[in-house]
T-cell receptor, first 114, second 115 residues
Framework: AQSVTQLGSHVSVSEGALVLLRCNYS??????LFWYVQYPNQGLQLLLK??????LVKGINGFEAEFKKSETSFHLTKPSAHMSDAAEYFC????????????FGIGTKLQVIP | EPEVTQTPSHQVTQMGQEVILRCVPI?????FYWYRQILGQKVEFLVS????????KSEIFDDQFSVERPDGSNFTLKIRSTKLEDSAMYFC?????????????FGSGTQLSVL
């Protein structure tokens, strides 16, 4: 079964610093990959998705992620953290082709320090 | 932006009781899902529903669970006899299509506490 591994359940960055949240996937065929964000007391919101059209994917709120097949990675980055970025971030995978469910990683809580 | 609505936001029940979690997906969406997140653990897939039938379910979704789309707008998850380990945040999601255009819209969740 396909899965994603998120390294670091908690990440702290200073306001204005680079945000890097790591995600590696396990799949022999490049799948669809997603990053979702969950703000406190809210549902999951799609940040961005990789669907094989381009390896560098830009999402909302200044986030982007790069698909690297050689590293089976899909890390999420943002050049400059803002206080409002504090949330939990989930990497997710769905196999390419046909109907398949989306499988989520364990999540990474991002803390932004003023 | 359209949103998925879930009610109630919190549900407390006694072990062995039945609960129904309610969701109103986005109106033109065709694919519906339930996920759950036990505190401190990953978001887990429970079930997907399309064309008025279950299209896939996980091993968690046993005979105690059922889903229904009773009236074309609501999508419900029923747990017949709740167990302590059913305590979790339950998320409903819907999407308009599958494949490259797929985008799951999630509700804000129902926190279920089984005592």
């Amino acid at each position: 079964a396909q899965s994603v591994t998120q390294l670091g359940s908690h990440v702290s960055v200073s306001e204005g610093a680079l945000v890097l949240l790591r995600c590696n996937y396990s799949s022999s065929v490049p799948p669809y990959l997603f990053w979702y964000v969950q703000y406190p007391n809210q549902g999951l919101q799609l940040l961005l998705k990789y669907t094989s059209a381009a390896t560098l994917v830009k999402g909302i709120n200044g986030f982007e992620a790069e698909f690297k097949k050689s590293e089976t990675s899909f890390h999420l980055t943002k050049p400059s953290a803002h206080m409002s970025d504090a949330a939990e971030y989930f990497c997710a995978v769905r196999p390419f082709g046909g109907y398949q469910k989306v499988t989520f990683g364990i999540g990474t809580k991002l803390q932004v320090i003023p | 932006e359209p949103e998925v609505t879930q009610t109630p936001s919190h549900q407390v029940t006694q072990m062995g009781q039945e609960v129904i979690l309610r969701c109103v997906p986005i109106s033109n969406h065709l694919y519906f899902y339930w996920y759950r997140q036990i505190l401190g653990q990953k978001v887990e897939f429970l079930v997907s529903f399309y064309n008025n039938e279950i299209s896939e379910k996980s091993e968690i979704f046993d005979d105690q669970f059922s889903v229904e789309r009773p009236d074309g707008s609501n999508f419900t998850l029923k747990i017949r006899s709740t167990k302590l380990e059913d305590s979790a945040m339950y998320f409903c999601a819907s999407s308009e299509e599958q494949g490259r255009g797929e985008k799951l819209f999630f509700g804000s969740g129902t926190q279920l506490s089984v005592l």
